[in-house]
């Protein structure tokens, strides 16, 4: 079994996600820095490693005090939010490990709740991401038009995050009284699915964007998308959560 080893700066520095990429050498790009908004000392970094050998490949620096959200190999594009004052930012860059450093292409304020929960951001298409612009309220922008194109409020106490599908044509939104499935285009609603008596505390696609994943308190529930079959139910008290959760 292959392992990567990353170094930590110090006691505020932490590795705040991974991106795996693909590739026979198991490519992958780390977030590494502080995820304290007011621990501003260890820089921000993007780490590109290989996990078939363990060795990292490149580090480059971004912007200080800035978190990475989301990664699109197909673009080399990344996605970031940083804070300025009592305003959130995001920023998109261009990055890959052929590249000598991230070069930004454009930052914006987003700005509405800068004290909401935990900062949520991803890319949703071509030139456009999804930002949490508030509680249980998210904000498409096209971030070349640099215009909001629609927004979505979300019925859910909790505020889990929704989860975009591989090609990024679906949102699922995980909501008290089901998941609503929205077209990550335009916002469009195309399925509710009831989640039984408790709220929907998670989602996630399949890799081939074909299953949805549903956590609820007591059970992991598996739907089929694009048929009429029922889900398959597990129970899950163990892993469960009433509360908002990857």
């Known amino acids: 079994m292959a392992a990567l080893h990353f170094r930590m700066l110090g006691f505020w520095d932490s590795l705040n996600s991974v991106y795996p990429i693909g590739t026979e050498s198991g ?60 305003e959130w930012t995001l920023a998109v860059w261009t990055a890959s490990p052929k590249t000598d450093k991230a070069t930004p292409i454009v930052r914006w304020i987003s700005h509405k709740d800068v004290f909401s929960r935990k900062p949520f951001a991803e890319f949703v298409g071509e030139n456009r991401v999804i930002h949490r612009w508030g509680d249980s309220q998210y904000i498409v922008w096209d971030f070349v038009q640099r215009t909001a194109v629609y927004e979505v409020k979300q019925e859910s106490f909790f505020d889990a995050p929704p989860v975009i599908s591989p090609g990024k044509r679906y949102m699922a939104l995980p909501e008290d009284k089901g998941v609503r499935i929205l077209s990550a285009a335009d916002g469009e609603t195309l399925a509710s699915l009831p989640v039984g008596t408790d709220r929907a505390s998670g989602v996630a696609f399949d890799a081939k964007g074909e299953k949805l994943a549903v956590l609820n308190k007591n059970q992991l529930l598996i739907w089929k998308l694009g048929t009429a079959d029922p889900p398959e139910t597990y129970v899950a008290n163990a892993v469960g959560s009433p509360f908002g959760q990857r």
């Open 27 to 86: 490519w992958m790009a780390a977030a590494a820095g502080s995820d304290n908004f007011d621990q501003n000392e260890f820089p921000a970094r993007l780490v590109w490693a290989t996990l078939a050998d363990g060795k990292i490949r490149k580090i480059q620096s971004l912007a200080h005090g800035e978190l990475l959200m989301a990664m699109d190999a197909a673009s080399q594009r990344v996605l970031t939010v940083g804070k300025e004052g009592r």
